[in-house]
């Protein structure tokens, strides 16, 4: 199996293909399991607020917090982002037709947050789709090595090479 992965050059245009895709294929019937991200834009100038959709259809938790005006760091909530992945966790166990992880981000890069969740999805040979920006890529590369398999940050591309792995474990079974 393959870890699909994306990247899309507008800020928010994975989040918004994922959240689309995630949402289609639960639409026919299909159950994803995994994370989509919506980002809420502020009424401040500031950066937007980030939440996690825990997939299929579980909570919507905030994985950023306020660090202030001024603050320049990473606003990323560690406890909120593990809470989302021990929920993932939890419906992977409970069956899945493929993993969506929003993002690889610092945390996957250093062996936390969905990595776990990644490699037992690949165990089991789950077709998986990963978000990714250019500051993570070389990390997932090298956690992911021959399994990755670059896609087109295009819907309909994403779609195909998800719904060929969904067809081909579905002939399998």
């Given at each position: 199996m393959k870890i699909g992965y994306t990247m899309a050059p507008g800020r928010g245009d994975t989040n918004l293909m994922l959240h689309?895709?995630?949402?289609?294929?639960?639409?026919?019937?299909?159950?994803?399991?995994?994370?989509?991200?919506?980002?809420?834009?502020?009424?401040?100038?500031?950066?937007?607020?980030?939440?996690?959709?825990?997939?299929?259809?579980?909570?919507?938790?905030?994985?950023?917090?306020?660090?202030?005006?001024?603050?320049?760091?990473?606003?990323?909530?560690?406890?909120?982002?593990?809470?989302?992945?021990?929920?993932?966790?939890?419906e992977l166990a409970k069956g899945a037709d493929c993993l969506i992880v929003n993002k690889f981000g610092k945390?996957?890069?250093?062996?936390?947050?969905?990595?776990?969740?990644?490699?037992?999805?690949?165990?089991?040979?789950?077709?998986i789709l990963v978000g990714l920006n250019a500051l993570n890529k070389e990390a997932f590369l090298e956690f992911a090595g021959e399994f990755a398999f670059a896609l087109p940050p295009e819907f309909p591309a994403l779609d195909a090479w998800l719904r060929t792995h969904l067809e081909a474990r579905t002939t399998a079974a």
């Open positions: 689309r895709l995630a949402s289609s294929l639960i639409q026919q019937g299909y159950r994803p399991v995994g994370t989509v991200q919506i980002n809420a834009e502020r009424e401040s100038a500031g950066p937007c607020d980030m939440d996690v959709k825990v997939l299929p259809e579980g909570v919507t938790i905030r994985i950023s917090q306020s660090l202030g005006a001024a603050s320049r760091g990473c606003r990323l909530d560690p406890a909120a982002l593990e809470t989302a992945v021990g929920l993932v966790e939890a945390h996957e890069a250093e062996g936390r947050g969905f990595r776990p969740i990644i490699a037992t999805a690949l165990a089991a040979d789950i077709p």
